[in-house]
């Protein structure tokens, strides 16, 4: 079946400027998380939904970031007044369940961001 | 808070050899602990995990791990790689909560 997608792979833009990352989970996956990855750093949590209860959103970096589930289904995270520093891999993940970690989390491709 | 701490940045071996990655993280609770693998131009995938009981756990390819709880360690093991095992590897914890945290990853290149 189909895996988690993401969109746009890869996205440059200036400084100052608003970005926009997109996520399609797995159908019928209810938990989904958003990462940040930069070089030679690990995974950074950033969010995590769940359902329709309310988002753990203690991973974001800065008031800059923010992020939706609509329907409970696909995930847009928004950068504003992009920095150079938020220049990363963007991963998001999806589980059946986010319950403590009990279930696999599959991982989208990523969105490479590059900010100029 | 919580970290994890993945020693070995880049790790070369020939086939054949044996192979074992470590993990340490810093949490003194209950923990769920897995291993990931992203072989080169593909997705993040899950290796193996860690949640209770038996703490010598296997997984693809292979691979096993092993929880020492009084160590805070959960390294990975394989007793013979191929060229196929060339990867980035990461270590990950999930305590009390949706939080995972990931270690910085070792990158594996296997000599044919």
């Known amino acids: 079946g189909a895996g988690v997608s993401q969109s746009p792979s890869n996205k440059v833009t200036e400084k100052g400027k608003d970005v926009e990352l997109r996520c399609d989970p797995i159908?019928?996956?209810?938990?989904l998380y958003w990462y940040r990855q930069s070089l030679g750093q690990g995974l950074e949590f950033l969010i995590y939904f769940q359902g329709n209860s309310a988002p753990d959103k203690s991973g974001l970096p800065s008031d800059r970031f923010s992020a939706e589930r609509t329907g409970g289904s696909v995930s847009t995270l928004t950068i504003q007044r992009t920095q150079q520093e938020d220049s990363a891999v963007y991963l998001c993940?999806?589980?059946?369940?986010?319950?403590?970690?009990?279930?696999?989390?599959?991982f989208g491709p990523g969105t490479r961001l590059t900010v100029t | 808070a919580q970290s994890v701490s993945q020693h070995n940045h880049h790790v070369i071996l020939s086939e054949a050899a044996s192979l074992e990655l470590g993990c340490n993280y810093s949490y003194g609770g209950t923990v769920n602990l897995f291993w990931y693998v992203q072989y080169p131009g593909q997705h993040l995938q899950l290796l193996l995990k860690y949640f209770s009981g038996d703490p010598l756990v296997k997984g693809i390819k292979g691979f096993e791990a092993e929880f020492i709880k009084s160590k805070f360690s959960f390294n990975l093991r394989k007793p013979s790689v191929q060229w196929s095992d060339t990867a980035e590897y990461f270590c990950a914890v999930n305590a009390a909560g949706n939080q995972f945290y990931f270690g910085t990853g070792t990158s594996l290149t296997v000599i044919p």
């Open positions: 159908s019928g996956h209810t938990a």
């Open positions: 993940a999806s589980s059946l369940a986010g319950t403590s970690g009990a279930y696999e989390q599959y």
